[in-house]
């Protein structure tokens, strides 16, 4: 019998990649989880999820600050340096990285810093930093290695002043002005945040509107509020240079003639697998025609013995999803009973106003159904909306065409990624739209919405 280091060798350390290595270790297998930079817990951590939406509860202050020009004048200082308005970082990251640590030691994981490859199904290379090598083996692998962002060809990303969304937080000082490229999620975020502390943003995108994957009303509402901040948003046009001027501006030139100068770019064209150094091949595993390790409903590969969660297999990837999909890779990979996965994943957008959603957008469900019926509710119309200063957003839901059962909910507004799961629950639980009638809110409350939206449903179902 071959002789093995492990029980199951997991690589990454992201939310996928914890979850999959404390679900083997819970049911008594020697678990080592490999992590090739020097900070555990992967690129959510350290230079996504948390940096930005620590820089966006300060982003947050600053606006309503201004907002609240009668209760105080304010203004950023010019050349306010970043660290400032991320103050709060690495104490939020020390503390989560010690979490993490912590929580991964407790239940006895090998935690091993280095480069991992496949020499063959069951064995990897290790690349330490010293530039040592030796190998380990286990009959189980799970791939978590995460994405990076995606670099286009005509887009010379420098990282001093052509920035990608790994190194937009590294620049030293608050740029007066920035252009994004793109117009996805953390296009949004970023350019919502930045035009929140002050600066001069302009979104470039293709596509008619940002967000695509949304309703019209709720990326209408997004950009409104993004232009009344005093953001331009410049959908339908395609890009073809991108320079330094050598000077002081980073100017991007258009196919339609446009042209638009900033002090720095962003480029947020998408994010690819993590999976180059990886030498797949030599363990039977390639990528598909999109760059992704494709995977079965138990998310296990083409490779019996290595199962793959994450950003490495694609959408949704958001940290939540992936921190079940790691659990599920581990419970699956080891034959321990697991209830059937819900699809119903809230997606959450940390714009400035957020976004989320769950189930079918209205576009959607006309796709499926032919008809639906929709309510809808504007914050402007409840009381803690007003009460807040909260009133651009709005909530909605999709009805099937009898205006029972609830196909979808969308939200935008701020608030929305916490109120978004009231809806998530009602669909989980079957409930039809007049739960949301014949239920009491807390008043006053966002969460009312639900019942003005239900009550819409009720109407034209009358």
Not at 27 to 40: H, M, P, R, S
Not at 233 to 253: H, M, R
């Amino acid at each position: 019998m071959k002789h093995y280091d492990y029980d199951l060798i997991v690589i990454g350390s992201g939310p996928a990649g914890q979850k999959s290595a404390i679900q083997a270790a819970k049911v008594g297998k020697n678990v080592a989880i490999i992590e090739q930079d020097y900070l555990f817990g992967g690129a959510c951590v350290h230079r996504g999820t948390i940096p930005s939406k620590t820089l966006r509860e300060n982003a947050l202050r600053v606006n309503n600050m201004r907002q609240n020009a009668a209760l105080a004048h304010f203004q950023l200082d010019e050349n306010t340096e970043m660290v400032t308005l991320i103050d709060r970082l690495d104490q939020v990251l020390k503390s989560h990285h010690d979490y993490m640590r912590k929580q991964v030691d407790r239940n006895n994981i090998t935690r091993i810093h280095a480069r991992a490859s496949f020499i063959d199904k069951e064995t990897l290379k290790l690349t330490q930093v010293d530039g040592k090598e030796k190998t380990i083996s286990a009959p189980n692998m799970v791939i978590a290695t995460g994405s990076y962002p995606r670099k286009p060809d005509n887009i010379p990303i420098d990282h001093e002043h052509i920035f990608d969304s790994d190194s937009i937080l590294s620049m030293l000082y608050l740029p007066s002005s920035l252009t994004v490229l793109g117009g996805g999620v953390i296009a949004s975020e970023y350019a919502s945040i930045f035009q929140a502390l002050g600066v001069k943003v302009t979104m470039i995108d293709k596509y008619p509107s940002p967000l695509g994957f949304l309703d019209k009303d709720m990326t209408d509402t997004f950009v409104s509020a993004f232009e009344a901040m005093g953001g331009t948003w410049l959908g339908g046009e395609q890009v073809s240079k991108v320079y330094w001027d050598g000077v002081s501006n980073v100017i991007v030139e258009c196919d339609s003639g446009k042209q638009v100068k900033s002090q720095k770019l962003l480029c947020a064209a998408g994010r690819l697998a993590n999976v180059a150094h990886l030498e797949l091949a030599n363990a039977g595993l390639s990528v598909n025609d999109r760059g992704l390790i494709s995977v079965n409903d138990l998310l296990q590969t083409d490779v019996a013995n290595i199962y793959a969660a994450g950003d490495v297999i694609g959408p949704p990837s958001l940290a939540s999803a992936s921190m079940e999909q790691g659990r599920r890779a581990s419970r699956n990979m080891l034959g321990v009973k697991t209830d059937d996965s819900n699809p119903l994943i809230p997606a959450g957008i940390y714009s400035i106003p957020e976004l989320s959603s769950v189930g079918l957008t209205e576009q959607q469900a006309l796709e499926k159904y032919g008809d639906v019926l929709i309510g809808r509710a504007l914050f402007s119309e409840v009381a803690r909306g007003q009460i807040s200063g909260n009133t651009e957003g709005m909530l909605k839901i999709v009805a099937d065409h009898d205006g029972k059962k609830i196909l979808g909910v969308m939200v935008v507004g701020e608030g929305a990624t916490e109120v978004i799961h009231i809806g998530q629950m009602a669909m989980l639980n079957e409930a039809n739209v007049d739960i949301f009638v014949e239920s009491t809110f807390n008043f006053p409350t966002l969460a009312e919405a639900y019942r003005i939206a239900a009550l819409e449903i009720l109407a034209q179902r009358i």
